[in-house]
């Protein structure tokens, strides 16, 4: 049998190469959002983020078996949404505390179900160190959500929005929220701690044991 010619190994070489740089672009594009505006950054900096991800692993059962700790955790601090007076607020003006975000609309089925339960996790551990900050996606202004809030009894949570749908682009730009509703659980310092695709019940002893299992309090 004739051995390849140096061109086709030559060839084959530089097949494999250019795979290669393929797959590492193919990451890449997973955690990092492309271009000068992009808010989204990679996980260089949150370590604590994955350690937490690591406590929460063994509590991802159960009401929410669903939970993907996170392998390489995302830095969500530029993420921007609506206040409750329509403020313009980014994920960084909740540093030092842990964040349960959800994204929801009144459009979503699954997400007005779940919408009591998150608010009885922000009655049952909400306070100055960890608060669920539910933002609603309606197109059409504030007052059909915070209409519908009211009428089911949603009264501990904060009412944040994002009718430009801003929020759902830049995080499906780097395979989050393929749809609603999404719920992603972030560190104090701004870093995605795991993902649930889909409605769970928040309110659930283990969707607590999770949330404080990554926070380091289990006991608690």
Not at 23 to 42: H, Q
Not at 47 to 68: H, I, N, Y
Request: net charge negative.
């Amino acid at each position: 049998m004739n051995k390849p010619t140096e061109s086709v190994r030559s060839s084959r070489r530089g097949m494999i190469a250019a795979g290669l740089a393929g797959a590492v672009a193919a990451v890449a594009a997973l955690y990092v959002i492309a271009g000068p505006n992009g808010n989204i950054a990679g996980a260089q900096s949150c370590t604590a983020a994955l350690s937490a991800a690591a406590s929460a692993k063994p509590f991802a059962k159960g009401e929410v078996a669903a939970f993907l700790p996170a392998s390489q955790p995302l830095d969500l601090t530029g993420l921007t949404f609506k206040g409750s007076d329509g403020e313009t607020m980014s994920l960084a003006d909740f540093k030092d505390k842990t964040v349960l975000l959800n994204l929801w609309a009144t459009w979503c089925a699954p997400c007005r179900e779940e919408m009591p339960a998150l608010d009885q996790l922000q009655a049952d551990l909400g306070d100055p160190t960890f608060e669920v900050v539910a933002v609603s996606l309606d197109r059409g202004g504030p007052d059909k959500p915070k209409d519908f809030l009211q009428e089911i009894g949603v009264s501990n949570l904060t009412f944040y929005q994002d009718s430009s749908n801003g929020l759902l682009k830049e995080l499906r730009k780097v395979s989050r929220a393929t749809g609603l509703p999404t719920t992603i659980l972030i560190d104090p310092e701004g870093c995605e701690i795991g993902t649930m695709y889909g409605p769970a019940e928040w309110a659930s002893g283990e969707a607590k044991h999770l949330i404080q299992s990554a926070r380091g309090k289990e006991g608690a």
